[in-house]
């Protein structure tokens, strides 16, 4: 099977399906929420790294994130088992509540 050559940044995939980037940035901090490989994290020498996701990989977030709205909590719960910041929490449930 033929490896994507393309990935895109946590910043711009967020936009592409029109999640909160928050929210995909707490997803993104367990790697065992995403397929192996799928995610990957790019080095420029700074002290941050850029998060990017392959073709496969926003799939898989997209199923993950599906799932986790099937959950008793839905994503309120997960934030709140990922032990987010109160504020963090506020945001992207103010983001949840516009998605209907």
């Known amino acids: 099977m033929a490896r994507d050559?393309?990935?895109y940044s946590l910043a711009h995939m967020a936009t592409m399906i029109g999640e909160n980037r928050e929210l995909i940035e707490v997803v993104a901090a367990n790697s065992d929420n995403i397929d192996y490989g799928e995610m990957i994290?790019?080095?420029?020498?700074?002290?941050?790294?850029t998060t990017a996701f392959t073709d496969r990989g926003i799939e898989s977030l997209e199923e993950f994130l599906a799932e986790v709205r099937t959950w008793d909590g839905g994503i309120g719960q997960f934030l709140i088992d990922e032990q987010c910041d109160p504020d963090v929490i506020e945001r992207i449930m103010a983001d949840e509540k516009k998605r209907g």
């Open 41 to 49: 994290h790019i080095h420029n020498g700074a002290d941050a790294a």
């Open 5 to 7: 050559t393309s990935v």
